[in-house]
């Protein structure tokens, strides 16, 4: 499972229409767009009435926030990328703060979040190993998205369906700010 901030549908419209042109890679649909705030690798099934609760009462009290997509990068490192993304420009302290916040409430619902430090980014293609992903960064960082407000989050499932194939994303809550 994870909790994520999803971009309005016509944000990840334009986006995907930014790279349909753009052949080379296999890049992330619009349906599966978002902003990952916590990775939940481990949710029983007994612990997600209670994680659902402790969710929304973290979010319970902020207020929403302007967020626009610009800048672009790769994880680890654009030299040896197993990940090309997009950035946040607008709204970056704001999400750093609501991912502590899940974060904490998943793992005092003993839903152990994984630990890799939060860099929030919408991820975009996962380029063939061994190739330098330099101009795909360059490229990238061309887009900017519009601002627009995020007002809620959502806890999504996850489900594995074999090699090869996409995991299937399920909305199980979704958690407005300010409550």
Known sequence: MFVAAVPPEDVREDLAEFLDVREGLHWTSADRMHLTLAFLPDVP???????????RIAVADLVP???????????????RPVVLWLGVERGRA?????????????????AVPEGRRFVPHLTLARPPRGRSALRWVRVLDTYR?????????????????????????EVVATLPLGG
């Open 145 to 169: 998205s519009r601002e627009w407000q995020v007002e809620e989050v959502e806890l999504i499932d996850s489900q594995l369906l074999g090699r090869g194939r996409r995991p299937l994303h």
């Open 45 to 55: 099934e007994s612990i997600l009435e209670p994680l659902e609760e402790r969710l």
């Open 94 to 110: 704001e999400l750093d703060g609501i991912a502590r916040r899940v974060r904490g409430a998943a793992n005092d619902a003993g």
């Open 65 to 79: 926030f302007g967020c626009r997509l610009g800048g672009a990068g790769a994880f680890p490192h654009p030299d």
